[in-house]
């Protein structure tokens, strides 16, 4: 019998709720800017001629537009006036501590902050990547099955997709579903946008390891469901025995007076040299199971958010690139998502409710924890819709306010206790304006949020 054939898809997920012009530290647009300097730029060099899976939500891709004018501005400034300053600073407060390697270490990271130019086009270098897929998501990452209409529904895929494609002049098709959330029979609404195929997660359903986990899924509505690999994730995305915990690496959590990390994990200084070579290390050990797993053939998809690499794993970059560079020698084949379906043969079987958040549920965005965010949400669309159907005033900058509102960020920054009350100051804001844009006419535009925006979705039958 001969082997079906395999492949090993590498999809990062890149998103973040739009931050830009709404606070700096410790909670706003910084997020931004440390993410730009410390992932985006620098994945740049690594993915670029490898078959990985891109994806990049409208959103973030909002925010990467107005770098090219005055958020741009703030960035450069954020580099020479804030973190240039700061990395001298601890460094000399260190040295007369006597702790001179971790002095030596903040000084050596003050380099990751070095100003590139490619920082203000990114929407432009990402699309002259080579060999890389590039995928798209709903307008704001809302959680779709969590959608009060149709409507709603419509507004946020339509608004996403068009905004792809007049990034990239080009939509192959392939959507990641927000939080991975899935319910039987959204695919349905997927082929009217373009979608050919998108990710769910079906461990709950099959099991880790399972090896249902390598079928892609043909859908009777057309779109192919890709299962992630849980127990392939897992390797890199696990804060209790995930790679990024082992004591040599940087330590995520313990800072200087200014937020800087020159500790590792296991609460010495951190020596990067050493760093570095583990992460090569647990580049072959990943891809050595990634072999073993494929070895009956399938699909093995390990999707992960962008910024787990370079920002909260620093050495996740370098791990990467050994990946993408050490594949052929290890035997693995990596694919982009599009190339495996074409590969291996999907099978018919049923999809079960899903996400890959806390439980594999929607508790994470639905719970009474964060039902202020739900219903504020949930009203709003309702409204935004009962609008669009009498042709109501102040509509289009309604609908902005309420994708801003449909944020997956928010109730999981809530649920995870992560950023004290800007989400939940974000979601009241965005409330009140929402309200008073269709009591009156005001200005369409919300900052750079949605400048695609599909308002035809809100009024199609």
Same mark, same amino acid.
């Given at each position: 019998?001969?082997?079906?054939?395999?492949?090993?898809?590498?999809?990062?997920?890149?998103?973040?709720?739009?931050?830009?012009?709404?606070?700096?530290?410790?909670?706003?647009?910084?997020?931004?800017?440390?993410?730009?300097?410390?992932?985006?730029?620098?994945?740049?060099?690594?993915?670029?001629?490898?078959?990985?899976?891109?994806?990049?939500?409208?959103?973030?891709?909002?925010?990467?537009?107005?770098?090219?004018?005055?958020?741009?501005?703030?960035?450069?400034?954020?580099?020479?006036?804030?973190?240039?300053?700061?990395?001298?600073?601890?460094?000399?407060?260190?040295?007369?501590?006597?702790?001179?390697?971790?002095?030596?270490?903040?000084?050596?990271?003050?380099?990751?902050?070095?100003?590139?130019?490619?920082?203000?086009?990114?929407?432009?270098?990402?699309?002259?990547?080579?060999?890389?897929?590039?995928?798209?998501?709903?307008?704001?990452?809302?959680?779709?099955?969590?959608?009060?209409?149709?409507?709603?529904?419509?507004?946020?895929?339509?608004?996403?997709?068009?905004?792809?494609?007049?990034?990239?002049?080009?939509?192959?098709?392939?959507?990641?579903?927000?939080?991975?959330?899935?319910?039987?029979?959204?695919?349905?609404?997927?082929?009217?946008?373009?979608?050919?195929?998108?990710?769910?997660?079906?461990?709950?359903?099959?099991?880790?390891?399972?090896?249902?986990?390598?079928?892609?899924?043909?859908?009777?509505?057309?779109?192919?469901?890709?299962?992630?690999?849980?127990?392939?994730?897992?390797?890199?995305?696990?804060?209790?025995?995930?790679?990024?915990?082992?004591?040599?690496?940087?330590?995520?959590?313990?800072?200087?007076?200014?937020?800087?990390?020159?500790?590792?994990?296991?609460?010495?200084?951190?020596?990067?040299?050493?760093?570095?070579?583990?992460a090569r290390e647990h580049a072959r050990d990943f891809l050595a199971r990634a072999r073993d797993r494929l070895g009956d053939g399938g699909l093995l998809c390990c999707a992960l958010d962008t910024e787990l690499l370079g920002h909260w794993w620093y050495e996740g970059l370098t791990w990467l690139r050994a990946v993408l560079e050490e594949a052929p020698a290890a035997g693995v084949e990596l694919v982009t998502v599009s190339e495996g379906v074409?590969?291996?043969?999907?099978?018919?079987?049923?999809?079960?409710?899903?996400?890959?958040?806390?439980?594999?549920?929607?508790?994470?965005?639905?719970? =009474? @924890?964060?039902?202020?965010? %739900?219903?504020? !949400?949930?009203? #709003? *669309?309702?409204?935004?819709?009962?609008? &669009?159907? +009498?042709?109501?005033?102040?509509?289009?900058?309604?609908?902005?306010?309420?994708?801003?509102?449909?944020?997956?960020?928010?109730?999981?920054?809530?649920?995870?206790?992560?950023?004290?009350?800007? =989400? @939940?100051?974000?979601?009241? %804001?965005?409330? !009140?304006?929402? #309200? *008073?844009?269709?009591?009156?006419?005001? &200005?369409? +535009?919300?900052?750079n949020l949605a400048p695609h925006l599909d308002l035809a979705s809100l009024c199609a039958p």
């Amino acid at each position: 019998m001969s082997r079906r054939p395999g492949g090993l898809a590498l999809l990062l997920h890149s998103h973040m709720p739009y931050v830009e012009g709404f606070g700096t530290w410790p909670f706003g647009e910084e997020w931004l800017w440390e993410a730009v300097a410390s992932v985006y730029v620098p994945l740049l060099d690594v993915i670029d001629g490898h078959p990985v899976t891109l994806g990049l939500t409208p959103v973030l891709c909002d925010q990467f537009e107005t770098m090219s004018e005055g958020a741009g501005e703030r960035y450069a400034a954020f580099l020479r006036d804030v973190r240039a300053p700061i990395h001298v600073e601890d460094a000399a407060g260190l040295e007369r501590g006597g702790e001179r390697a971790l002095a030596a270490e903040v000084r050596r990271a003050a380099a990751d902050y070095a100003f590139d130019e490619r920082a203000l086009d990114l929407v432009g270098e990402f699309g002259r990547l080579s060999g890389v897929e590039l995928w798209t998501s709903a307008a704001t990452h809302a959680v779709l099955p969590l959608l009060a209409t149709d409507a709603g529904l419509r507004l946020q895929l339509a608004t996403g997709v068009a905004s792809h494609e007049r990034r990239f002049r080009h939509f192959g098709g392939g959507l990641w579903l927000p939080e991975c959330a899935y319910e039987p029979g959204l695919e349905r609404d997927l082929p009217e946008h373009g979608v050919r195929v998108f990710c769910v997660d079906q461990t709950v359903a099959h099991g880790l390891g399972a090896p249902e986990q390598l079928d892609p899924v043909a859908t009777e509505a057309g779109p192919v469901a890709v299962p992630i690999d849980w127990q392939t994730v897992q390797l890199v995305w696990n804060d209790r025995d995930g790679y990024p915990v082992h004591p040599v690496y940087r330590d995520y959590h313990r800072r200087t007076v200014h937020d800087l990390k020159p500790w590792n994990n296991g609460g010495g200084p951190y020596r990067h040299e050493q760093a570095t070579a583990l992460a090569r290390e647990h580049a072959r050990d990943f891809l050595a199971r990634a072999r073993d797993r494929l070895g009956d053939g399938g699909l093995l998809c390990c999707a992960l958010d962008t910024e787990l690499l370079g920002h909260w794993w620093y050495e996740g970059l370098t791990w990467l690139r050994a990946v993408l560079e050490e594949a052929p020698a290890a035997g693995v084949e990596l694919v982009t998502v599009s190339e495996g379906v074409q590969r291996v043969d999907p099978v018919r079987r049923d999809l079960h409710p899903s996400s890959w958040g806390t439980a594999k549920d929607l508790s994470t965005w639905d719970s =009474p @924890l964060v039902a202020e965010i %739900a219903f504020s !949400a949930r009203r #709003a *669309e309702l409204r935004t819709v009962a609008a &669009a159907a +009498r042709q109501g005033g102040g509509l289009e900058r309604a609908a902005r306010e309420l994708l801003a509102l449909q944020s997956s960020d928010w109730a999981f920054q809530v649920t995870r206790d992560l950023a004290a009350e800007y =989400p @939940l100051k974000r979601v009241r %804001a965005h409330a !009140a304006a929402h #309200a *008073e844009a269709l009591l009156k006419d005001s &200005a369409p +535009r919300l900052r750079n949020l949605a400048p695609h925006l599909d308002l035809a979705s809100l009024c199609a039958p």
